[in-house]
């Protein structure tokens, strides 16, 4: 990509009910392949209902969340 705008590949976050990659049942998965991407000087609007994943994914993108897959880029750089 070039360096203008950003870019989500696929980018999902599941939170485990245990540790070390142990799946149960009661994982939930807050997002789940998204794809998104938008070009400089666009705008972008994140709506949904509650508990659509709108914060999962600002905080995923912000660094404060690590992704559980996926990348995202920012002007060239992997966040």
Partial sequence: ???EGFRIVKLGKIYSK???GIKSIKDYEALRNIYLEVKENELLAILG???AGKSTL???LTGQLEAS???AEFLDYNI
């Fill in 1 to 3: 990509m070039n360096s």
């Fill in 18 to 20: 245990y540790p070390f």
């Fill in 49 to 51: 209902h509650n508990g």
């Fill in 58 to 60: 600002i905080n995923v």
């Fill in 69 to 71: 897959s996926g990348t």
